[in-house]
């Protein structure tokens, strides 16, 4: 296990509560198949987004909610995740002689004020279950803590985030919650989907989770809303991944240890977001991603404005 300290202190950083929600597991064991090659030799994780690597984005959400703790599950090949997160000291040494303060500031802050990473390996690929169940012990029974997933970039208001909203809502409901959001019909079985009851949450509000089911055919999704990597769990939750069977895709799904705890009578909730969310995994939405925050970006926004003007104008490439 490893652990680096962004070396300064948080204002809750010393509290002791054991109901306190700081912990955050993020597996990033991946492979990264549907990004290769690009992901051959860089984990998908660090493909830039303008001009951060996707994992970047992950960690400052959670950290910004009030996680201080930032778990990554991790395996051979990925070691630029954990070396992007660290000091470099030859590189602030050559910034700070050449008088480069803003990228100074900007290598010396890739871990947030407060954060401290620590890492745990997945040694075989047996899922998303799995992997959280390789983070184990660092989580004690009654301790509930968050699993997001780094390929799904969430945009939203980073002064009230879709985490931040849910983890108010966890205080709020005092029960586990799952984000969500609803995709096409013909997407159900790309994703998690989960059943309110024939009452799904309006946008920026939570209700009761009654079931869910990884990955099902169209005709047995109980609704479209489907979970998009971002969840706050109880610590029991590791106790059902021990004895969670492979489900679907022969994978341990943590759908399904989800599913069981409901079964057994355990309150979750659904909390449906409102930002926009880019599946970074995928060739599609890192591109989306990159041009979305592109147009927002003080450096790249009036070049990407242009840029798209010309194609709007000029018509030859869309047409293409
Ligand atoms: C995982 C989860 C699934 C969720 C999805 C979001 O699936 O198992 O429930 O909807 O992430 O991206 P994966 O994409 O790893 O197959």
Request: with cysteine; charged share 25%; aromatic share 4%.
């Amino acid at each position: 296990m490893k652990r680096y300290d962004s070396g300064r202190k948080s204002s809750h950083e010393e509290r002791r509560n054991p109901k306190m929600l700081n912990k955050v597991i993020i597996p990033v064991a991946g492979l990264g198949t549907r990004v290769l090659p690009a992901s051959k030799a860089i984990p998908k994780e660090m493909l830039p987004v303008v001009d951060k690597p996707v994992i970047q984005y992950v960690v400052e959400e959670a950290v910004a909610a009030g996680f201080t703790q930032i778990i990554l599950v991790t395996r051979s090949g990925k070691a630029s995740i954990e070396d992007h997160f660290d000091r470099n000291a030859e590189l602030d040494e050559v910034l700070a002689t050449k008088g480069k303060d803003e990228l100074l500031h900007a290598v010396r802050n890739t871990l947030p004020a407060g954060a401290q990473l620590i890492s745990v390996r997945q040694d075989q690929a047996l899922g998303l279950g799995h992997a959280v169940l390789c983070a184990a012990e660092l989580i004690r029974d009654e301790e509930d803590f968050a699993v997001m997933l780094p390929d799904m970039l969430i945009d939203s208001d980073s002064q009230f985030s879709d985490l931040k909203q849910m983890v108010a809502h966890y205080h709020e409901h005092q029960c586990g919650q799952i984000m969500v959001e609803s995709v096409p019909e013909d997407q159900v079985e790309r994703y998690g989907i989960v059943d309110c009851g024939g009452m799904p949450p309006a946008v920026g509000t939570s209700s009761k989770l009654h079931n869910l089911v990884e990955k099902p055919g169209r005709s047995e999704a109980p609704s479209n809303l489907a979970i998009v990597g971002r969840y706050i769990l109880p610590g029991k939750i590791m106790q059902l991944l021990r004895t969670t069977q492979a489900g679907a895709g022969g994978e341990i799904q943590l759908t399904d240890a989800i599913k069981s705890l409901v079964a057994s009578g355990d309150l979750l909730h659904a909390f449906t977001m409102s930002g926009e969310l880019y599946d970074c995994g995928n060739k599609s939405g890192l591109l989306q991603a990159n041009l979305a925050l592109g147009l927002k970006h003080s450096e790249t926004s009036a070049d990407m404005k242009q840029f798209i003007e010309t194609i709007l104008n000029n018509g030859t490439l869309l047409s293409k």
